[in-house]
């Protein structure tokens, strides 16, 4: 088993080394601090209308890419010119955003206040009908966590201290069906001492949160399994780097060394995927690439372009479960151990 792990190990000590000169996460701000940040809000609203004037909160535009710069030591990252939307509670296009952020405020403050805990979907249910959708609240969330420049919607991964583990890597997993595929071949078991970890898809902030302060605890190496398609890439790049809408939090949800373990594009004529499991680009797909092979994070990592270079040209896509179409084991019993024993990573 100690052999398993001796690339492992060399790449903890490189990893190690380079600590020093990586970017420090930024303290979480205090609960009193989140409170002063929202009194300032309401006082210059307050303030205002007091002059018969109409109030205006400016959000920042988080679906810009013109809005961040690319950090290699951190990610995504906000610029500080950031572009900024006006809402105006007099004007129709923008009145329900205003008040929805007002709203949400509120229901913050007084969380924050009580050092109670809710989650988007508490807050949601409290009052459906004025959210309307559950993607209106999630929007309307992280526009106040930008305006607040902290996300204050309390979180149990926040609350987390004193992680101790003998873990020699963690391991980001994709999909739940292959997270609990591990768990029933003994994956754990088997290549024990580890930590694997999924967020069933794309990662929601908690998720991510958990890989960032599990990297700040153990220090060890961090691995990706997704699907060789570009939403799995592209799922693989928001641990790493970061997503759009978050940039303005990125050195507290990023994790710049993440490894890409696999499913490389390469794996599926290394390992002779069999072609009945090899799924052509959608249109969909072939957008989703073009639009990686643009980004910074991508072509500033060889390795990672020749992989995309090499799916996009072929225009195939394979899941992890078509490892399993070799042999039933595979992917727990050959392709991870090896991976791991050789330093099969990017």
């Given at each position: 088993?100690?052999?398993?792990?001796?690339?492992?190990?060399?790449?903890r000590?490189?990893?190690?080394?380079?600590?020093?000169?990586?970017?420090?996460?930024?303290?979480?701000?205090s609960?009193?601090?989140?409170?002063t940040?929202?009194?300032?809000?309401?006082?210059?609203?307050?303030?205002?209308?007091?002059?018969?004037?109409?109030?205006?909160?400016?959000?920042?535009?988080?679906?810009?890419?013109?809005?961040?710069?690319?950090?290699?030591?951190?990610?995504?990252?906000l610029?500080?010119?950031?572009?900024?939307?006006?809402?105006?509670?007099?004007?129709?296009?923008?009145?329900?955003?205003?008040?929805?952020?007002?709203?949400?405020?509120?229901?913050?403050?007084?969380?924050?206040?009580?050092?109670?805990?809710?989650t988007?979907?508490?807050?949601?249910?409290?009052?459906?009908?004025?959210?309307?959708?559950?993607?209106?609240?999630?929007?309307?969330?992280?526009?106040?966590?930008?305006?607040?420049?902290?996300?204050?919607?309390?979180?149990?991964?926040?609350?987390?201290?004193?992680?101790?583990?003998?873990?020699?890597?963690?391991?980001?997993?994709?999909?739940?069906?292959?997270?609990?595929?591990?768990?029933?071949?003994?994956?754990?078991?088997?290549?024990?001492?580890?930590?694997?970890?999924?967020?069933?898809?794309?990662?929601d902030?908690?998720?991510?949160?958990?890989?960032?302060?599990?990297?700040?605890?153990?220090?060890?190496?961090?691995?990706?399994?997704?699907?060789?398609?570009?939403?799995?890439?592209?799922?693989?790049?928001?641990?790493?780097?970061?997503?759009?809408?978050?940039?303005?939090?990125?050195?507290?949800?990023?994790?710049?060394?993440?490894?890409?373990?696999?499913?490389?594009?390469?794996?599926?004529?290394?390992?002779?995927?069999?072609?009945?499991?090899?799924?052509?680009?959608s249109?969909?797909?072939?957008?989703?690439?073009?639009?990686?092979?643009?980004?910074?994070?991508?072509?500033?990592?060889?390795?990672?372009?020749?992989?995309?270079?090499?799916?996009?040209?072929?225009?195939?896509?394979?899941?992890?479960?078509?490892?399993?179409?070799?042999?039933?084991?595979?992917?727990?019993?050959?392709?991870?151990?090896?991976?791991?024993?050789?330093?099969?990573?990017?």
């Amino acid at each position: 088993m100690a052999d398993l792990f001796t690339e492992v190990d060399s790449l903890r000590e490189t990893l190690r080394e380079s600590l020093e000169m990586a970017d420090k996460r930024q303290e979480d701000i205090s609960r009193q601090d989140v409170l002063t940040r929202i009194e300032n809000v309401i006082q210059t609203i307050v303030i205002t209308v007091s002059k018969d004037e109409a109030p205006v909160l400016r959000v920042t535009k988080r679906s810009s890419w013109a809005n961040v710069r690319f950090q290699k030591s951190v990610g995504l990252v906000l610029k500080a010119d950031a572009s900024v939307t006006a809402l105006r509670c007099d004007c129709p296009s923008s009145a329900t955003k205003f008040a929805l952020i007002l709203k949400l405020l509120s229901v913050i403050y007084k969380l924050v206040q009580s050092d109670s805990y809710a989650t988007k979907r508490d807050i949601y249910y409290n009052d459906p009908q004025l959210f309307g959708t559950q993607r209106t609240l999630d929007s309307i969330v992280d526009d106040v966590s930008c305006l607040l420049k902290a996300v204050p919607v309390s979180s149990n991964v926040n609350g987390i201290r004193n992680i101790v583990s003998s873990a020699k890597f963690v391991l980001i997993v994709e999909k739940d069906a292959t997270f609990q595929r591990l768990l029933d071949d003994d994956f754990c078991t088997r290549l024990s001492p580890c930590i694997i970890i999924t967020g069933k898809g794309m990662p929601d902030v908690n998720s991510r949160l958990m890989v960032r302060k599990l990297w700040d605890a153990l220090h060890i190496p961090v691995f990706a399994l997704v699907d060789a398609d570009p939403h799995g890439i592209e799922i693989m790049c928001v641990y790493k780097y970061g997503s759009l809408s978050m940039a303005f939090e990125a050195h507290s949800l990023t994790v710049p060394s993440v490894l890409w373990l696999g499913l490389l594009p390469s794996d599926i004529q290394r390992y002779r995927v069999p072609k009945e499991t090899i799924i052509p680009f959608s249109q969909a797909d072939e957008k989703k690439i073009n639009s990686l092979r643009n980004r910074t994070y991508i072509t500033c990592q060889p390795a990672w372009e020749r992989e995309v270079e090499m799916m996009q040209r072929l225009k195939q896509k394979a899941e992890i479960q078509s490892l399993a179409s070799i042999a039933p084991h595979f992917l727990t019993r050959v392709y991870l151990p090896n991976k791991l024993r050789y330093g099969g990573w990017i």
